[in-house]
């Protein structure tokens, strides 16, 4: 049962993150379309990591996003109904690279390994 509290817990903030970000009109963060992806809260809610991607400089967006935090927590405070309101700690997350260099492997297997049967297929058809 305390995990799907945490789970919806974790939901809540990264949601309410998305939605506060919206209001935010640092230049730092509406250029590089930052986007909140996850959150993690620890059990006793003191520490909430906030993963974010952005399309432009990370370590620019992490300093403009920790500048705005303590108006992000009092989204939060205002928003949730919780015990305590969690310090903010935001990290990049490159899950969306890693995916994409993933599928690019994938596409160069496949063409590889269509490569190879258009070989074998014409070897055959030279031999008969």
Do not use: W
Request: hydrophobic share 40%.
């Amino acid at each position: 049962m305390a995990k799907y509290r945490q789970g919806r817990i974790n939901d809540a903030v990264a949601e309410e993150l998305a939605v506060a970000l919206r209001d935010v009109r640092d230049p730092r963060i509406v250029s590089s379309m930052v986007s909140i992806t996850r959150a993690d809260v620890t059990r006793d809610l003191k520490i909430a990591k906030v993963y974010f991607s952005s399309m432009g400089d990370p370590a620019e967006a992490k300093k403009a996003l920790t500048g705005a935090a303590g108006l992000f927590r009092c989204r939060l405070a205002q928003a949730l109904n919780l015990r305590i309101t969690p310090e903010l700690v935001f990290i990049p997350d490159n899950s969306i690279e890693h995916g994409a260099r993933i599928s690019e492997l994938l596409h160069q297997i496949d063409a590889e390994r269509a490569a190879r049967e258009a070989s074998r297929e014409g070897s055959e058809e030279t031999e008969k």
